[in-house]
């Protein structure tokens, strides 16, 4: 690959993370669960809420940002932390709330 078609994707891939930091992720969630309101039971939605709650609550202790940029490996590891270590979750809560995260996510 030559340096122009480099450069090109570089910048387009610079493009694109800067895009995703200008999308909240709370609002985004939001609206995702309210696009979801006519299509989804009562009681997922009240799950979801439940999600969004504990990742604001998260966001919040660590200090960590919750963005579409920022849910990488590092993200799962801290959250994961915070999870067994401070809110003492069981396994299957977190992979409750990490599946939710991926739900979303698609």
Do not use: H
Request: aromatic share 22%; net charge positive.
């Amino acid at each position: 690959m030559n340096l122009y078609y480099w450069l090109l994707s570089f910048s387009l891939s610079l493009m694109y993370i800067s895009k995703l930091r200008s999308i909240k992720f709370t609002p985004a969630f939001d609206e995702f669960n309210e696009k979801g309101k006519n299509v989804k039971e009562k009681s997922t939605l009240k799950t979801y809420q439940s999600v969004i709650n504990f990742y604001e609550e998260f966001s919040e202790f660590t200090g960590y940002p919750v963005r579409f940029d920022t849910i990488n490996f590092d993200f799962f590891e801290k959250f994961s932390d915070y999870c067994f270590e401070r809110k003492i979750t069981l396994n299957n809560y977190n992979g409750k709330l990490i599946s939710v995260l991926k739900t979303f996510m698609n």
